[in-house]
């Protein structure tokens, strides 16, 4: 059985995740809700996987997340946060993290990072990771979320369409649209997929 800690200074959160992980077949060996509690608990029961948020009381994520790798390579590092930036994707990978979720991900998706994260705790898995390294690298500056709204748009997907295969509300899927459309420069989807197509931000 795959051993985790929780680490997420919200109470309602932690509980929360408790109840489906465990659910899943999980256990849960102890849980935090700051950086300090944290590292007294993965040195007191030696997890399999922490998952562990961003914005934590007293100091940030990325510092908690080297000093875990440092500890152990061993150690399944899975990030849940709403840090949906390629900033926050780019730091959790060179911090030594396994696997990055949103929070607004489906629980299929966090299973499967958890189980990503034992079987290759020292490589790094996340949607979108290809293309948003390429996109910070031209300026772009798209999220995680919106290449995955972004590879959608070649297939002609209508927004009710996109936002069901994502699982995100249709609203949600329009503040994506145009959040992309004002950072490639466009004004329609033709001309995303176009300018996308010419820089190489799209996976034929």
């Given at each position: 059985m795959i051993r985790i800690v929780i680490i997420d200074d919200h109470a309602v959160v932690r509980e929360g995740l408790k109840a489906a992980l465990i659910k899943h077949g999980y256990?849960?060996?102890?849980?935090?809700?700051?950086?300090?509690?944290?590292?007294?608990?993965?040195?007191?029961?030696?997890?399999?996987?922490?998952?562990?948020?961003?914005?934590?009381?007293?100091?940030?994520?990325?510092?908690?997340?080297?000093?875990?790798?440092?500890?152990?390579?061993?150690?399944?590092?899975?990030?849940?946060?709403?840090?949906?930036?390629?900033?926050?994707?780019?730091?959790?990978?060179?911090?030594?993290?396994?696997?990055?979720?949103?929070?607004?991900?489906?629980?299929?998706?966090?299973?499967?990072?958890?189980?990503?994260?034992?079987?290759?705790?020292?490589?790094?898995?996340?949607?979108?990771?290809?293309?948003?390294?390429?996109?910070?690298?031209?300026?772009?500056?798209?999220?995680?979320?919106?290449?995955?709204?972004?590879?959608?748009?070649?297939?002609?997907?209508?927004?009710?369409?996109?936002?069901?295969?994502?699982?995100?509300?249709?609203?949600?899927?329009?503040?994506?649209?145009?959040?992309?459309?004002?950072?490639?420069?466009?004004?329609?989807?033709?001309?995303?997929?176009?300018?996308a197509r010419k820089h190489d931000l799209l996976v034929d």
């Amino acid at each position: 059985m795959i051993r985790i800690v929780i680490i997420d200074d919200h109470a309602v959160v932690r509980e929360g995740l408790k109840a489906a992980l465990i659910k899943h077949g999980y256990e849960i060996v102890a849980e935090a809700a700051t950086i300090t509690e944290a590292r007294a608990q993965i040195a007191h029961v030696n997890p399999d996987v922490i998952v562990v948020d961003l914005n934590m009381p007293d100091g940030s994520g990325f510092d908690l997340i080297s000093w875990a790798r440092g500890v152990s390579r061993s150690l399944g590092i899975v990030v849940l946060t709403l840090g949906d930036t390629d900033a926050h994707l780019i730091a959790a990978m060179n911090a030594g993290a396994s696997s990055f979720i949103l929070k607004s991900a489906p629980m299929s998706e966090l299973i499967a990072a958890i189980d990503y994260s034992t079987h290759s705790p020292m490589s790094f898995s996340a949607q979108g990771l290809s293309v948003a390294i390429k996109a910070s690298r031209r300026g772009f500056e798209l999220t995680a979320r919106e290449f995955d709204v972004l590879a959608l748009l070649p297939s002609g997907a209508s927004t009710k369409a996109i936002a069901c295969a994502l699982f995100l509300s249709q609203a949600t899927i329009k503040t994506h649209l145009a959040s992309i459309f004002r950072k490639l420069e466009v004004s329609n989807r033709t001309a995303a997929v176009t300018k996308a197509r010419k820089h190489d931000l799209l996976v034929d």
